[in-house]
């Protein structure tokens, strides 16, 4: 691992391109970052949209839905030359400074409206209600007006905006909207349409899915006139079967030759496939019917062609356990189920399902030859299983669906409308992928949660301790002539004797007299392991926990603008490559490797097979997920592309630098100063003639306030008092309004000038020495050690990563992506910064961005001055929820610790 090195620093054979589950999108249609979720029209901007169609370089989107997602937009925009604008999956993107160069797409035509900015429904030769599918083979175009009961037919592709359509079938004229034209109220015809929502074309037939009447119709050639009838009917015996319209009232028991509510149809020239929603299945003919009701061959979703349970998991998903009767338990959900599914396509090779109940996208790897196969790949969701009753919406992430209404595929890229996202996905497959969590904090890696259990008493031969970790008892009974030491090696010894217990490592911290446990898995999860101790009566040893669980388990994969990151992976790259040291600008290509994020390319630290150190670009902020991928030119020139993955953006998520091992590791930690310091902290409110008073040793500095004063001027004007002094300067600290002082001369000689502060008694203005007196010299830059370890009330300076965005205006505008900091040094995150070490809270005296770095920020704390002796002190840094890994300095008080009475 080279985690150290970004301080320092500031093959194999390649798999076919393939889908992975949980992956992320590579680009987004429709909206300007992938979490924008903008309502609007415009030749930019996507409502709700819903159906799809792609063909010869030409996108085609339905902008309307019949799921009361918002907005409706009733048009169908066209983008032609779609790969114009669209990157290639494999395509190297040049470094250009704009926001997401893989948030694309700009319709050249729009149909329903005289232009990109309109809304209105319309009932006519050009307009539309609720547009909710789209189909062409290339020169005639097919539109399902849904509301307005009828399909709209273009003999050539249009050329221009609002172009009038040249054909209506479902209706006698482009005026008309009659449910069920040619037949009477609920009953059907061969002409009529109610509600329909599916069309393709293929061969010269039109098909389409006439949603309420439960029914596919077949056109054997496009139709050339006005309402000309159907040829073909599936789903019923007749065109003229009754219908019940209400689908809540509707007794329609699955069969293969029946459907309900089906929303669309589609063929790969051989097969069809419809997306029967009412049933919770995708039938598939294996052939293209030639006769009314001909019956379905497999379906899918459900373990055979009479059942229509949405997510069907007892007759589809393995199980997963037994209850306390001994039945079998199964997931809510698997790759084999389905929850009314909206669309199917195939392009005779794989099968793609738009699962929108279940917000999934489902990928079969081969076309499925029995009913109730499981999919191979799950797009939208994490796993291909549900096991609780519920799960977190995660809405408008790089990886996350909302009700996928269509698809689209162009043999490369599949396109999934995310209706409720207002934006249509882009998913690419990858030569390899990369772990779902596998970009993080470069500091903190991972996040443990710890407990603690402190020791004391007397160590009597006999007596019994327990430590508890969730249901397992390590018991302990104490021997002749023992200490509290041995007592606390022989625990650990039990809760790690063999494999160790499956929740936590045990670890002695013998000076501090204490046992610490670690989670053994990363993150939030830690947080819920419970741990107690117990004694045997009358024992006068003496065991305490920090709390009922282990607490402090953070998720190092949400990230924060600028963060320093490490990707963890395998065949990245055949060989590895640092950037040079000292580089005013980090080089966006190491190895052969690139990396991506939003299509941005980042900078790059280093580059090696199975990790990478970049940067997340700042300019990422206004987003809370990104899409990531990596990027190889391979030595013989050719390509490979990890498939997608997203990563979680939030306003800040801190790591702290330290050196390798097992959590909680050594921080990598300096004493700050070669001259004894103190500080003052300036506090209150400001009013016209109060004073405030620094005294250093038996000298005061007094300045009174002026009317318009600030606490900041407040300050400043002491410090220039206060900097006439013979023995101590003065600067202004990086937060809060404080005054930091510190001895003109090195070393122990500086040691022990007493200062104070003070303001009037009803002065609104209040001053407070952080110590009496100034302190705590050593060599500025030094490590902390065992043997040169930190002192109470010392200064020492820590190094992090992933503080977020820093003011003020100059020092966030100084922050560039891969460049090395030259702003102001008096720069902080605009989330305030605290801190605890030794269980004792340290004044953050500054925290910001270290000029002349990259993406790292120094923090100066003040160490409290009753802070014990532990060379493990744990450390933490924190901003708002999010609180950074735990890392461990030597501490020594020369005070020896006041004994209990």
Known sequence: MKYLALLVSISAACLAAEFSTGQAARAVIGQVTFTRQEAGASEFVLGAASGLAYVNDTFFVADSNRVNAGPQNNRVLIFPNLSGTLPAPKASLPVTGDRCPVCTGVASRVLGQPDFAQTDVGLSQSGMRTPTAVATDGRVLAVADTDNNRVLIWRNLPASNGQPADVVVGQKDFQSNIVNYGGSGATPSAQGLRGPQGVWIHDGKLFVADTQNHRVLIWNGVPEQNGQNADLVLGQAN???????????????????????????????????????????????????????????????????????????????????????????????????????????????????????????????????????????????????????????????????????????DGVNLYVSDTFNRRVLVFSPGDNSIPLTGVRNAASRDIFAVGVIAVSGKAKENDEVTIKVQDREYKYKVGKDETLASVINGLVEKVNAGAGDAAVAASPNVTFQAIVLTSRV????????????????????????????????????????????????ENFTDRSEAAPQGVEELPRTLAGVEVYFDGIRAPLLFAGPDQINAQVPFEVSDATSVSAWVRTLNPDGSVRVTTAIAVPIIPQNPGIFAEEGSDPRPAVALHASSHAAGAVSVDGTVKEGDQATVTIQDRDYTYTVKADDTLESVRDALIALINEDPEVEAFAAGVF?????????????????????????????????????????????????????????????????????????????????????????????????????????????????????????????????????????????????????????????????????
């Open 522 to 569: 990363s993150g939030p999860e830690g947080n819920d392991i419970e741990y107690s101790t117990s004694t045997s009566d009358a024992a006068e040893i003496l065991l305490q926990t920090g709390g009922a669980r282990l607490s402090g388990g953070q998720d190092a994969a949400k990230i924060a603008p600028g963060t320093l990151v490490t990707f963890l992976g």
């Open 737 to 901: 309004t404080r005054i930091r002082l510190r001895a003109r001369v090195a070393g122990k000689e500086g040691e022990g000038i007493g200062y104070g502060a003070s303001a009037p008694e009803g002065a609104n203005i209040i001053l407070t020495p952080l110590t009496p007196e100034l302190c705590c010299s050593n060599i500025a830059g030094a490590r902390i050690t065992p043997e040169n370890p930190a002192i109470p009330g010392e200064v020492i300076l820590i190094y992090a990563t992933g503080l977020g965005v820093v003011e003020p205006a100059e020092a966030k505008d100084a922050a560039r992506t891969g460049e090395k900091y030259t702003g102001p040094e008096l720069n902080r995150p605009v989330a305030f910064v605290d801190s605890i070490a030794g269980g004792k809270t340290a004044n953050v005296l500054f925290a910001g961005l270290k000029p002349g770095m990259i993406g790292v920020y120094e923090l100066q704390l003040q160490l409290n001055s009753d802070i014990p002796t532990n060379e493990q002190t744990q450390l933490t840094i924190a901003q708002d929820i999010y609180i950074s890994n735990i890392v461990t300095f030597p501490v020594f008080n020369p005070k020896p610790p006041e004994e209990e009475p």
């Open 239 to 409: 065109f003229t079967s009754y219908v019940e319209p209400d689908i809540a009232r509707a007794k329609v028991e699955a069969h293969a030759d029946n459907l309900l509510n089906p929303v669309s149809v589609t063929s790969d020239g051989t097969r069809l496939y419809v997306a029967d929603l009412g049933h919770n299945r995708v039938l598939i003919w294996n052939t293209i019917p030639t006769s009314n009701q001909t019956p379905a061959d497999i379906a899918l979703g459900q373990p055979d062609m009479t059942s229509a349970i949405a997510n069907n998991s007892s007759g589809l998903c393995p199980v997963i356990s037994k209850d306390e009767q001994g039945n079998d338990i199964f997931p809510n959900r698997c790759a084999a189920t389905l929850d009314f599914p909206r669309f199917a396509l195939s392009d005779g090779k794989q099968l793609f399902i738009a699962d929108g109940g279940n917000d999934r996208v489902l990928i079969y790897n081969h076309v499925p030859t029995r009913s109730g196969e499981a999919a191979d790949v799950v797009l939208g969701q994490f796993t291909d299983q549900l096991v609780l009753d519920s799960e977190p919406l995660r809405i408008s992430a790089a990886d996350s669906l909302r009700t996928p209404m269509s698809l689209a595929w």
